[in-house]
């Protein structure tokens, strides 16, 4: 109670402040609410108040102080707090902006998490401890729509600012760098930045943080203004000054190439092959990873020709305790080479941890390929390697924990018919959007070559991310496709690759259009109709489709008020594009995810039956795969399977 009355009183002395002479920058940039609610409200709002409260005390102590944490877990219901104000606000806006942000959240009820960002301060809380997190929840971006004059040259010096932005700030103490730019020499035209990332984060999250920021915010020049925001950094640019001249910095010294850059253990970029620092190179020794030479890329362009990072070393006997000796009752999941458990770290993060088997060549080319491309690529929408270890015969992998598991427990495992419409919809919007950066935005092509429901992993939200790297594949430039062995799960592969070996995007954006037809149906893609006792799930949508009867294919566990008919037959639409055959047929992963954004109705989608593709049985394509020249499938490769995935 006291801790309430003490809120509320600062709130009145907030809102006069405010009213009176301060500029808090209260301009709500992102507001979300956790769709769970606490289960004992009582502890919930006890625990909230006294969070709130202590880190109200610790910002409205003075001195500069601009970061501030809580948790309170009396009971049940614990509440972990953070609160940032831009360094640049004086001590009384950094509290007015906080309490503001109190207010605001408070309306999220008892939503067991919620934050509230504004263009002065940020306020998070959750029922578990985030504050290591970089990339997790948030990731946008927000531009104005006004443009200056001098365009071209407004972008290319935006640009200049938000790349030196970006290098020297993870190397400043305190992780806030506040710089400006003249645009064009004898004018007024002045261009202003800050960059920013939370404390309880490292400094190599910090800048993996504002690598992935600096790719949203980009789109944004040469707009005059532009914003992007994320679990752990913030960064922005305007043509105003937007900060007091005295907070302006001399980030210079922070540019060159000193040894405040991490010079641990670096894997190098995934194109022409991996470039391995002492630490890792030497832990992975017995691997024979050659040492090349990092070609230019667009990132590197970006960073100044910077090497990436690559993940943390794990102790063995650390993972050995924080799975309880690999228990039965800790495990998740099992593949073709190895188990996945749930882990707790000394810190009290709950990871995942792959632990593969070497004693499979096939293990040998799957690690290699996940530490190459996942500890280098980030995105909301894929799952997160935080690091590795090795262990005689074994090589772990440490991701984020998916607390919801795989995709496909929803669709037809244990908790087949809890989604809703909704949250399928969002799935596939996800899953569109982890693709897309993929195969259009990262700097280079990545072919997945495994999607499927259970390389679809869901949070505590049910946002989808895209796993398992261990069968990904890079397109060089300039090439439509590469021809390779068959690896990969039956039944989500398009017949070009499973039967020919013709590799390209589109093999995953195939997958992805049977994806979406399990979504909507809750069958696995090989499960026959009981009617029709030779037809797989494909086939039997273009035919339904084609009859005009396409609604047959939704899930009976879905209650029919929660979707339109126009709804399911844009969806099967989707699908069946993504499903045509030749290749060229098929939309990029980028319209896809534009067509999912559009607003209810299909009149757009041109779907064309005479694109359909082969039949989909899985027995004529293990034959087929099997007797062709070009591609036989990989001699006792558990990667190829029927029915289940690895």
């Known amino acids: 109670m006291e801790a309430a009355r003490w809120l509320a009183a600062a709130a009145v002395?907030?809102?006069?402040?405010?009213?009176?002479?301060?500029?808090?920058?209260?301009?709500?940039?992102n507001r979300g609410c956790s769709q769970y609610n606490a289960t004992n409200s009582k502890n919930f709002f006890e625990n909230r108040n006294a969070t709130f409260a202590a880190m109200a005390a610790q910002l409205s102590t003075g001195g500069g102080r601009r970061f501030a944490t809580a948790q309170q877990a009396r009971s049940s219901d614990p509440v972990y707090g953070m609160a940032q104000c831009r360094n640049y606000l004086s001590d009384d806006d950094c509290f007015?902006?906080?309490?503001?942000?109190?207010?605001?959240?408070?309306?999220?009820?008892?939503?067991?998490?919620?934050?509230?960002?504004?263009?002065?301060?940020?306020?998070?809380?959750?029922?578990?401890?985030f504050y290591s997190e970089t990339t997790q929840i948030g990731n946008e971006h927000i531009c104005n729509n006004i443009t200056v004059p001098q365009e071209a040259t407004f972008r290319e010096k935006g640009l200049i600012l938000i790349q030196n932005l970006v290098k020297a700030t993870p190397r400043i103490n305190g992780y806030f760098a506040a710089t400006k730019?003249?645009?064009?020499?004898?004018?007024?035209?002045?261009?202003?930045?800050?960059?920013?990332?939370?404390?309880?984060?490292?400094?190599?999250?910090?800048?993996?943080?504002?690598?992935?920021?600096?790719?949203?915010?980009?789109?944004?020049?040469?707009?005059?203004?532009?914003?992007?925001?994320?679990?752990?950094?913030?960064?922005?640019?305007?043509?105003?000054?937007?900060?007091?001249?005295?907070?302006?910095?001399?980030?210079?010294?922070?540019?060159?190439?000193?040894?405040?850059?991490?010079k641990k253990a670096i894997i190098g970029g995934v194109v022409g092959g991996v470039c391995l620092m002492l630490i890792l190179s030497a832990f992975f020794l017995w691997y024979k990873f050659s040492r090349k030479a990092k070609p230019t890329s667009k990132r590197d362009n970006i960073l100044g020709a910077t090497e990436l990072q690559g993940p943390n070393i794990y102790s063995y006997k650390d993972l050995k305790v924080a799975t309880n000796n690999f228990s039965e009752e800790n495990k998740l999941g099992e593949g073709g080479f190895g188990d996945v458990f749930k882990a707790t770290l000394k810190n009290g993060t709950i990871v995942a941890v792959?632990?593969?088997?070497?004693?499979?060549?096939?293990?040998?080319?799957?690690?290699?390929?996940?530490?190459?491309?996942?500890?280098?690529v980030h995105h909301r929408n894929l799952v997160r390697l935080l690091g590795c270890c090795s262990k005689g015969s074994q090589l772990l992998l440490v991701y984020e924990y998916m607390a919801n598991g795989s995709?496909?427990?929803?669709?037809?495992?244990?908790?087949?018919?809890?989604?809703?419409?909704?949250?399928?919809?969002?799935?596939?919007?996800?899953?569109?959007?982890?693709?897309?950066?993929?195969?259009?935005?990262?700097?280079?092509?990545?072919?997945?070559?495994?999607?499927?429901?259970s390389n679809i992993?869901?949070?505590?939200?049910?946002?989808?991310?895209?796993?398992?790297?261990?069968?990904?594949?890079?397109?060089?430039?300039?090439?439509?496709?590469?021809?390779?062995?068959?690896?990969?799960?039956?039944?989500?592969?398009?017949?070009e690759y499973a039967i020919h070996g013709h590799l390209s995007e589109k093999v995953d954006t195939y997958s992805f259009g049977?994806?979406?037809?399990?979504?909507?149906?809750?069958?696995?893609?090989?499960?026959?109709?009981?009617?029709?006792?030779?037809?797989?799930?494909?086939?039997?949508?273009?035919?339904?489709?084609?009859?005009?009867?396409?609604q047959q294919l939704v899930d009976e566990t879905l209650n029919k008020t929660e979707y339109a008919a126009e709804d399911v037959k844009k969806m099967v639409e989707i699908a069946l594009i993504c499903t045509q055959s030749p290749p060229s047929s098929r939309p990029t992963m980028s319209e896809i995810l534009v067509t999912l954004l559009s607003a209810r109705g299909s009149d757009a989608i041109q779907v064309n039956p005479r694109l359909r593709p082969p039949s989909t049985n899985a027995s004529r394509f293990i034959s087929e795969a099997a007797s062709s020249n070009n591609s036989a499938p990989l001699p006792n490769s558990t990667s190829i399977t029927l029915l289940s995935g690895r």
């Open 354 to 376: 792959k632990r593969l088997d070497i004693s499979y060549s096939r293990a040998k080319i799957d690690f290699e390929s996940e530490v190459r491309l996942v500890s280098n």
């Open 96 to 129: 007015a902006c906080y309490t503001a942000a109190v207010a605001e959240i408070r309306s999220c009820s008892a939503a067991n998490g919620a934050r509230v960002i504004y263009d002065g301060c940020f306020l998070r809380y959750e029922s578990n401890n």
């Open 181 to 262: 730019m003249i645009v064009e020499s004898g004018s007024n035209s002045t261009i202003y930045g800050i960059a920013q990332c939370v404390e309880t984060i490292s400094q190599d999250g910090c800048r993996d943080c504002l690598v992935v920021a600096i790719e949203n915010i980009e789109s944004c020049l040469p707009n005059t203004d532009g914003k992007t925001i994320d679990a752990g950094c913030f960064l922005r640019y305007s043509n105003h000054q937007f900060f007091p001249e005295n907070s302006t910095m001399d980030i210079t010294p922070y540019l060159g190439e000193g040894n405040s850059w991490r």
């Open 13 to 29: 002395v907030a809102a006069v402040w405010v009213a009176a002479k301060s500029e808090p920058q209260i301009n709500l940039l």
């Open 407 to 453: 995709l496909d427990r929803f669709l037809y495992g244990d908790r087949r018919g809890e989604l809703t419409w909704k949250q399928r919809s969002d799935i596939l919007l996800g899953t569109a959007r982890g693709l897309a950066y993929l195969h259009e935005q990262y700097h280079v092509c990545i072919i997945h070559r495994d999607i499927k429901p």
């Open 457 to 495: 992993l869901l949070d505590d939200d049910f946002h989808a991310k895209i796993a398992d790297f261990g069968l990904a594949r890079l397109l060089p430039e300039n090439q439509s496709h590469v021809s390779t062995k068959f690896a990969g799960t039956l039944g989500y592969t398009a017949p």
């Open 514 to 550: 049977v994806v979406i037809l399990e979504i909507i149906s809750g069958r696995r893609s090989s499960d026959r109709n009981s009617e029709i006792e030779t037809e797989y799930l494909l086939d039997e949508a273009w035919k339904l489709y084609e009859n005009g009867v396409h």
